[in-house]
Nanobody
Framework: VQLQASGGGLVQPGGSLRLSCAAS????????MGWYRQSPGKQRELVAA???????NHADSVKGRFTISRDNAKNTVYLQMNDLKPEDTAVYYC?????????????????WGQGTLVTVSS
């Protein structure tokens, strides 16, 4: 499974960006897709995630500003980021959980994209 993320860049405070992450390869059943971010000196943290059924979860720090969505037909997840703040500056990584059927049931595998840099600065 390969994940190709795009959409990062430099934006002024209050601006917007839309991240995209397209999945390809041996995808059986996507359990969930999500976005994480990591800034220098900090641990990677969950930004937002969406299940195959469309249930979403957004970190408190981005609620009301960021929205995660997905296009199941394209195996693509999006993150619409509005009202960006300097503290949103980070490398954003997309994640996919692939549920693979085996003779013993289902095994879940987690995959990561290469990361895309978002810089919020005036």
């Amino acid at each position: 499974v390969q994940l190709q993320a795009s959409g990062g860049g430099l934006v002024q405070p209050g601006g917007s960006l839309r991240l995209s992450c397209a999945a390809s390869g041996s995808i059986f059943e996507i359990g969930s897709m999500g976005w994480y971010r990591q800034s220098p000196g900090k641990q990677r943290e969950l930004v937002a995630a969406i299940t195959s059924g469309g249930n979403t979860n957004h970190a408190d720090s981005v609620k009301g500003r960021f929205t995660i969505s997905r296009d199941n037909a394209k195996n693509t997840v999006y993150l619409q980021m509005n009202d960006l703040k300097p503290e949103d500056t980070a490398v954003y990584y997309c994640n996919l959980v692939n549920n693979v059927p085996t003779s013993r049931g289902v095994t879940s595998y987690s995959y990561w994209g290469q990361g895309t840099l978002v810089t919020v600065s005036s």
